[in-house]
């Protein structure tokens, strides 16, 4: 277990799909609202450009806390595709060109460090346990889906991991739940690395700090940043169209037949 | 007889997906490919009565399970459908496997209000075996792609999506051009966001006597303990789901005909590890088939 110290006003993110320009807004937004320590999720690789510029953002800070997440497992020990978990087809077919392109431009000592990062970090605050995972804490590319985490698995899940806030992110989607039986909450930070497949252009992540009572408060952030000077550099690194489109629009338009069905009709792919 | 030391072992991990047999073996089809060989006469798992399923999703929510999948037979031959439905998405997700021919215009109707309603996802599998009816209908009956392909029209016409699901009896079918045909006859339906399931056929039930003897598993099709070294192994739905029908509960969906698969009575006794001794366990273990969605 990873046990870290945190401040008082905390950055949760995951899902950087090698964007350095909505990394570098997250850490510009974050410290504009006063957060003193920044916990990523995992996944720096897959969708966008030059997978190299994410990390001199993620390292040697000491406020910066990194997991692995399971694109950083397979890029970090030089597997042959990313594991997120897709089932069809059509969907593994652009996660692996996806990730052809962030294995062969990564460099080396990056790789070596994506392989030895931890897997979790747990932390106190208000009084509450609070525990980070990728996917979730029992699998790392399980999806937790809004519309298919039943509020009873999900307070099975906090009773098995021994905590009472749960962020993960990996299915790319922004959610809070609230859990009255025990007054829990789980919540999927979503993504920085690509729009949340709302028609929305801007992206997400979630800041912990406490309320007027002393209680921990989850504020969900739509971080903007430059989606045209990224959709450039995607065409210049000679990146699918389709993913270019989704940066444009904030529609999704691959790794689709992997949502569950509310989520998939609220898209327009 | 068979040893079971010679079998490999899986784990139980959680209970995850609980799947429940509503009609149990009753069909108003009598597909050749069925491996539990339903159809409108065969009641060896008879329907569920609705407190049995109540007590069920009790069971379930003290096990912290995530989501449901109702199967049969066909779940819409159950009168009580409606308030079954109801029940189990207050408690979580639920996805039904149907062929959808006995959905008319007014359930259309009530299940896409259920879809908009419901917090948790609502999906429907509507089984469809080929993309002309002299493929389909070799298989799941004269004169049913038809019918299907109406229920399906119906169901996007009330704006849902439903996963079409195929079994490849007709191999050619899973390949990317019989994929692209089925996304091609679903566009010129109307649906504008294809979404598609392919299932291997089991060689068990009815699907064991489609092809005489060739039908049939071969003494060689089974797993051996190098199979599945690791007990704990996750490539298997078995290690997380378990199958509820009126006459007790079973590992999974596919062996509730098998001779001494049946695990319990009561849903709380069945969450222990199992022995992968069925043929059809080799199906699921070399193609890498789940019944989940």
């Known amino acids: 277990m990873s046990y870290i110290s945190v401040g008082e006003r905390i950055a949760i993110f995951g899902g950087v799909y090698n ?82 392109y962030t294995a062969a431009n990564t460099s080396d000592h990056f790789k070596d460090w994506l392989r030895d990062l931890p897997t979790e970090f747990r932390f106190e605050f208000a009084g509450k346990k609070v525990l980070c995972a990728h996917g979730s804490p029992r699998k790392v590319n399980e999806f937790l889906w809004e519309s298919n985490s039943s509020d009873i698995f999900l307070d099975w899940v906090l009773d098995q991991f021994e905590c009472d806030l749960l962020f993960v992110t990996h299915t790319g989607i922004p959610w809070l739940r609230h859990l009255p039986s025990k007054d829990r909450w789980v919540v999927n930070v979503g993504a920085i690395g690509r729009p949340a497949n709302n028609g929305e252009k801007h992206v997400d992540y979630m800041l912990l700090s406490t309320d007027s009572q002393g209680k921990p408060h989850v504020e969900h952030i739509a971080l903007h940043y430059d989606y045209e000077a990224l959709a450039h550099e995607m065409r210049e690194e000679g990146l699918p169209e389709e993913f270019v489109e989704t940066v444009l629009t904030g529609w999704w338009t691959t790794c689709l037949e992997i949502l569950p069905a509310k989520e998939r009709a609220k898209g327009v792919y | 007889m068979q040893d079971l030391q010679d079998y490999p072992t899986l784990n139980f991990q959680h209970l995850d997906t609980l799947w429940l047999q509503v009609t149990g073996t009753l069909c108003n089809l009598a597909c050749l490919h069925c491996f539990i060989s339903c159809g409108p006469k065969n009641d060896n798992h008879p329907m569920m009565s609705l407190s049995l399923i109540k007590d069920t999703l009790k069971a379930a929510a003290t096990q912290g399970t995530r989501e449901y999948y109702f199967t049969g037979g066909e779940p819409f031959l159950h009168p009580e459908i409606k308030e079954i439905i109801s029940l189990t998405l207050a408690q979580g997700p639920l996805t039904i496997l149907t062929n959808a021919i006995l959905i008319d215009d007014e359930m259309a109707s009530w299940l896409a209000k259920t879809f908009e309603d419901s917090p948790y996802s609502f999906d429907l599998r509507v089984s469809l075996d080929g993309t002309t009816p002299e493929e389909n209908d070799t298989i799941r009956g004269r004169g049913t792609f038809v019918q299907i392909i109406a229920a399906i029209e119906r169901l996007v016409g009330h704006g849902l999506n439903p996963v079409i699901t195929v079994t490849t009896c007709h191999a050619e079918l899973a390949a990317d051009e019989g994929r692209q045909k089925f996304i091609e006859l679903l566009k010129a339906h109307n649906i504008t966001q294809p979404r598609l399931k392919f299932l291997m056929p089991f060689k068990i039930g009815r699907e064991s006597r489609r092809k005489g003897g060739e039908g049939c598993y071969t003494p060689a099709e089974r797993l051996y303990l190098e199979d599945v070294p690791d007990p704990n192994s996750d490539h298997l739905q078995c290690d997380s789901c378990r199958m509820v029908t009126a006459h007790g509960v079973w590992p999974c969906p596919i062996l509730i005909e098998e001779e001494g698969a049946r695990m319990s009575d009561a849903l709380e006794d069945s969450l222990h590890p199992i022995k992968l001794n069925y043929s059809a366990c080799y199906t699921c273990h070399v193609g890498g088939v789940s019944c989940k969605t």
């Open chain 1, 19 to 100: 964007n350095h320009l909505s990394l570098a807004a997250l850490k510009q937004d974050a410290s504009g609202r006063g957060a003193t320590t920044m916990i990523c999720l995992g996944d720096m690789g897959g969708f966008g450009p030059s997978p190299d510029k994410v990390f001199p953002l993620l390292q040697n800070d000491p406020n910066m806390f990194v997991m692995q997440g399971n694109y950083d497992h397979s890029i970090g020990n030089r597997l042959e595709d990313c594991a997120c978990g897709y089932t069809d087809p059509r969907d593994n077919h652009f996660a692996q060109i996806s990730y052809d």
